[in-house]
């Protein structure tokens, strides 16, 4: 997708009917598609274990990965044993399901399950075809809870409770692919267990969330800065820590923040708002898979953790990467909670009618 494309999106422009024939076929292939799981003539997969589907109705990433890590973290102290599956998007790996080790590259299971292998004690696993996928983990693993990052289009796979991930930017124009960045039309909102809006890093910022209160259950998550990370050593310093640093390598460091992520101005506004001095800022598109002649060679570099795990090895020691972690009311939590105890009473329900061979 071009840059002016992703422009028309979020923007009034006007061109984006010239599409509309592609759009027409997109939405009644989408549409027979969804009918055809509806009505059962496509199978649909019941997991023996509760499935969450964290996911978006249009494309690009909207803050979808750090509402997953905030829910391995919570769910995990409430005892829960955890299982992230992914479609592995980027990487290189052809054999599925594949067990992601925390060690694996990105370049090989794709950037998303490489940062939550790393990050989050979880079992990780990619597979395209999701399905496949919790059968795997059902069979292979010990998790007794499934989140699935992205996959809310994924149909053949039955899930239990659906979060839709929405950030600043909403569903920009409103029109399906391609005239406009969305997946499914904005009536799918209404069918999700929660709506949750990615209100970035500012506390003060207006949210879109009382558009949608009428209709669903909203709730608003932000990011909130951790720490700095060292790309190649892992070494971790506080915010107060690293703002010295910035301060003690004088006016003529030379420093360039990068991001290849869904919405980079989001990240390089998080960095102004630190009152970190940016000389440049690099914008690369979401998933973009690094090289050593993308990265500068001097000075100091700053970049998202998503970004880090593919510059891994090849880029220079004064490489840092900022650690973000998500917080939303606990309101959220008790919604998602409910639905997983709701799913394990119904399937012990069905254990004790269902005939013994």
């Not at 990433?61 to 992230?84: E, Q």
């Not at 569903?171 to 005239?179: F, I, R, S, T």
């Not at 970190?276 to 050593?292: E, G, N, P, V, W």
């Amino acid at each position: 997708m071009t840059t002016k494309l992703i422009s028309a999106w979020y923007s009034s422009a006007k061109w984006v009917w010239c599409l509309f024939p592609l759009t027409f076929v997109f939405w009644l292939l989408s549409s027979t598609r969804r009918f055809l799981f509806r009505t059962g003539l496509f199978a649909s997969n019941e997991a023996s274990i509760p499935v969450i589907v964290v996911g978006n109705i249009g494309v690009g990433g909207n803050g979808k990965t750090p509402l997953v890590l905030a829910l391995i973290s919570t769910l995990r102290n409430k005892g829960y044993t955890l299982a992230v599956l992914s479609r592995g998007y980027g990487g290189s790996q052809t054999n599925f399901p594949c067990l992601v080790d925390k060690n694996d590259s990105a370049a090989l299971v794709g950037d998303e399950p490489a940062l939550i292998s790393k990050r989050a004690p979880c079992i990780v696993v990619i597979d395209p075809v999701r399905a496949r996928g919790v059968k795997f983990i059902e069979q292979n693993t010990a998790a007794n809870v499934i989140i699935c990052d992205d996959g809310l289009q994924h149909y053949a796979m039955k899930r239990d409770v659906e979060i839709c991930v929405l950030d600043k930017r909403g569903v920009g124009n409103g029109y399906l692919l391609p005239m406009g960045p969305l997946r499914e039309g904005v009536w799918r909102l209404k069918t999700v267990d929660a709506l949750v809006h990615n209100i970035g890093f500012s506390a003060h910022k207006k949210s879109s969330k009382a558009n949608f209160d009428s209709v669903m259950t909203a709730f608003e998550m932000r990011l909130q800065p951790s720490c700095w990370v060292n790309v190649n050593t892992q070494e971790k310093k506080s915010l107060a820590e690293f703002a010295v640093n910035v301060k003690r390598a004088g006016e003529n460091t030379v420093f360039t923040a990068l991001a290849g992520i869904g919405d980079p101005k989001r990240f390089f506004d998080t960095l102004e708002n630190m009152q970190l001095k940016l000389d440049r800022t690099i914008s690369f598109a979401d998933h973009h898979q690094f090289t050593q002649d993308d990265l500068p060679t001097n000075g100091w570099v700053l970049m998202t953790e998503k970004d880090a795990v593919k510059c891994m090895g090849f880029i220079h020691k004064n490489a840092w990467y900022l650690r973000i972690d998500a917080t939303i009311d606990d309101d959220f939590y008790t919604l998602i909670e409910d639905r997983i105890q709701a799913k394990s009473q119904l399937l012990v329900k069905k254990r004790a009618i269902t005939p013994r061979q």
